[in-house]
Structures are given as C-alpha cells and as structure tokens.
C-alpha cells in the first residue's frame, strides 16, 4: 500500500513485506515527482521516521507499516513509496517502488433533485447524480462523475446520463450572511449517452448555495 496510482487525502498508510530466511534492515522513503531524490519521509536522506518493521510469526515474512499524516505538510502531486531491505552480500537486490497521489481538496459524494409534478410518483422530475473529484495540484484535477437523468422537463433529455472523468474547473464558495452552507461548482468534459464532446457545468444555485444547477451544453 497505496495501490498504484491511487488518491491520498488526509492519513496516509505505507505497507510492505518481505519473505526472506534471516532478518534484513530495510531503507524506505516517500518522495515528491521521482523515486531518488526530493525524499519527504522515511529514514534515509536524514528523515528518521517512525516505522514498523516486524517478523510475522510465520513463513519468513517480515511486514513493515509506516503512516503519515500528509495534510499538514505535503504538497498536492504525485509521490513514489521506495522499499529497499538491505540484502546480504551475496543476495539480488530488492527495490520495490509504487507511485500515487495526494490531493489537498476533495468534492465526493452524490444525491438527487426531485421536483413534485402531479400526484403520480413517476411523473416527478428527477436528476441523480456523484462521484469523487480530487485536486491535485500540478498534476490537476482527478476523478470521476455522473449525472443521471431519468425524468426531465426536456423529454429528450428523459433517461440519458452524462459520464466524465475529465474535470476541468472547481471553484468553492465559503458560507455567507444568506446560507450557513458551504457550496462548489465544476466544469468538466465527457460523454452524454456514450457520445464524447460535450461538458457541463455542476453548480449551486446563485441565490440559496445549496441546489445544484446542471447546464449541458
């Protein structure tokens, strides 16, 4: 752990093992944009962070853990994890690196607007939608999003779905004197019913900041 590739926001866990028939110390680092240089954590390069590196009881395997907390000083980018056990002379060399990311703002979630139309449950207007967008930093915006469209105003519109992972724009609005309710809005470019070239816009409504506002265009 992490998997490759993958988005870190907040608490960050480091996990290995090595499978070997006597003990090895084990150099380990965490590293912004590059596996040798630009070290943020571990206990090489003159980081001495806390780790654990213990013999599991069983079949000669040793399970090293190691957490961090990357809020509070690491820059949003892509990172690389290298685990490097210090083999005996002799022995072939072992250097096991995973690259992944870590955001500093996230957008995840999902929900429905419904709009009561008539008495019938059916003939309501409904829009589902969610996802996870994860900024990034330099490397952008990452994620994915989709909005269901299973009954509008537009009947052309009825049961059709917009799919991006291709996040353009996010901005956040702070709670002000008219809402205690904190809103964002994106843009992003996709497919509409499995058609590339189009974008949306996914925002809260300019008065309240609450009820998002969809624009396909």
């Given at each position: 752990a992490p998997e490759?590739?993958?988005?870190?926001?907040?608490?960050?866990?480091?996990?290995?093992?090595?499978?070997?028939?006597?003990?090895d110390y084990v150099d380990?680092?965490?590293?912004?944009?590059?596996?040798?240089?630009?070290?943020?954590?571990?206990?090489?390069?003159?980081?001495?962070?806390?780790?654990?590196?213990?013999?599991?009881?069983?079949?000669?395997?040793?399970?090293?853990?190691?957490?961090?907390?990357?809020?509070?000083?690491?820059?949003?980018?892509?990172?690389?994890?290298?685990?490097n056990p210090r083999e005996d002379a002799g022995e072939a060399n072992i250097r096991l690196t995973r690259w992944f990311y870590v955001a500093d703002g996230r957008v995840n979630g999902g929900g429905q607007m419904i709009e009561e139309v008539g008495d019938k449950q059916k003939d309501?207007?409904?829009?589902?939608?969610?996802?996870?967008?994860?900024?990034?930093?330099?490397?952008?915006?990452?994620?994915?999003?989709?909005?269901?469209?299973h009954n509008v105003s537009g009947d052309t519109l009825d049961k059709t779905k917009f799919h991006t992972t291709d996040i353009s724009i996010i901005n956040f609005f702070p709670p002000n004197d008219e809402s205690c309710?904190?809103?964002?809005?994106?843009k992003a470019y996709g497919e509409f019913n499995g058609e590339p070239g189009y974008y949306i816009?996914?925002?809260?409504?300019?008065?309240?900041?609450?009820f998002p506002v969809l624009n396909l265009k």
């Open positions: 490759e590739d993958e988005i870190i926001f907040g608490s960050a866990d480091f996990e290995a093992y090595l499978v070997d028939n006597d003990y380990w680092a965490v590293r912004k944009d590059s596996d040798t240089i630009n070290t943020v954590f571990g206990n090489v390069d003159g980081f001495s962070d806390a780790y654990s590196w213990e013999y599991s009881g069983t079949c000669y395997k040793y399970n090293f853990t190691a957490t961090a907390d990357t809020w509070c000083t690491w820059d949003a980018g892509k990172y690389c994890f290298i685990f309501w207007y409904k829009i589902s939608f969610g996802g996870g967008i994860w900024d990034v930093g330099s490397e952008g915006y990452m994620g994915e999003w989709e909005v269901n469209f309710v904190a809103a964002m809005n994106f816009w996914f925002s809260p409504d300019s008065f309240f900041m609450r």
